[in-house]
């Protein structure tokens, strides 16, 4: 591939990324509805109309902000699991995992819970089969570590475990480094305990 198109493609790719970061901000603090595609050509410096050579719609940046997240959580995890495969490394490796993630996309969070009904319902589809997946990942750690217990039991221990470091977006403000991590430690103590207790 000649240099000039490769140069082309990767200033198109993080145009796109840049376009998905800032649809995340801006849809947090103003809602899907609240946002026109001319809002997220202005935050990255194009016009509304440039917006569409990267996506055909401004459902289609919502689907892949959402379906990005989504896949993202369960690559991760796969990755976490697989070197610690079982036991109590596994279920710290996992949790320390998805608070860091929490902690770094508290907008994605706040859209995901607020904005997700406006998905297409393939796109709403693929989210819940690739959350659902995540899931179950959870509770094949913990059925490692609890296998006398009932499996809706783990997976509801999970659901709770997902809502506390979830939380990051009415947890996270204007904070220094030492709250930052003073947060991170909280929610990762709190997440352990309520999947072992």
């Known amino acids: 591939m000649p240099e000039k198109t490769l140069g082309r493609s990767d200033a198109k790719s993080r145009r796109r990324e840049r376009l998905l970061e800032a649809a995340a901000s801006l ?66 490796a996992l949790i320390e995992f998805h608070v860091d993630f929490a902690l770094r996309h508290p907008d994605v969070i706040r859209v995901h819970d607020r904005d997700r009904s406006a998905l297409s319902t393939g796109d709403a589809h693929t989210v819940r089969r690739l959350q659902r997946r995540y899931v179950e990942l959870w509770v094949t750690v913990l059925e490692g570590l609890r296998p006398d217990t009932d499996t809706a039991e783990l997976r509801a221990r999970a659901h709770a475990a997902f809502g506390l470091m979830n939380s990051t977006p009415y947890a996270v403000g204007r904070s220094s480094s030492a709250d930052s991590a003073r947060l991170r430690s909280l929610l990762e103590l709190m997440s352990y305990a309520a999947l072992t207790v």
């Open 27 to 92: 849809f947090a603090k103003h809602g899907f509805n609240g946002v026109s595609m001319e809002d997220l050509g202005a935050a990255v410096g194009v016009s509304g109309p440039a917006v569409y050579r990267h996506f055909s719609s401004k459902q289609a940046v919502l689907a892949e902000l959402l379906i990005g997240v989504s896949t993202a959580l369960l690559e991760g995890g796969e990755v976490e699991t697989e070197r610690a495969p079982r036991g109590e490394l596994a279920l710290r």
